[in-house]
């Protein structure tokens, strides 16, 4: 069992290590690098639109933005009083609870 263990270890690492490739300096590699550098897909375009956004990341954020928007109508006006940072910071505490509500709810009903 421990040589199993063992060898997936080694075939994981090995497979792996492409993921993490740290450079001291540009075009060196080191193990102790000071920076990380993790590998980029081949087409980093492909299926997004212009603003880096897939088809279905803009439904769920569509269907986030109805779900927050039907539990705290008046959350608008509040995020309107505040910061930018502090407005964002609100919202994302909003749609969590929302989310949650939503996923709760459901639980009960079945």
Known sequence: MKK????SLILCGSASSAQFIISAFPGGTSSRGASYQGTA??????G?????????MRRERET????VDTMY???KNE???HSPSRAR???AVAE???IWANIKARQRSN
């Open 4 to 7: 199993y263990l063992a060898l």
């Open 41 to 46: 897909p081949l087409n980093p375009t492909f």
């Open 48 to 56: 997004l639109n212009d603003d880096g956004i897939t088809p279905t």
């Open 64 to 67: 986030r933005a109805k779900l």
């Open 73 to 75: 109508p008046d959350l």
């Open 79 to 81: 995020l309107a009083r």
């Open 89 to 91: 910071m609100l919202y």
């Open 96 to 98: 969590r609870k929302a």
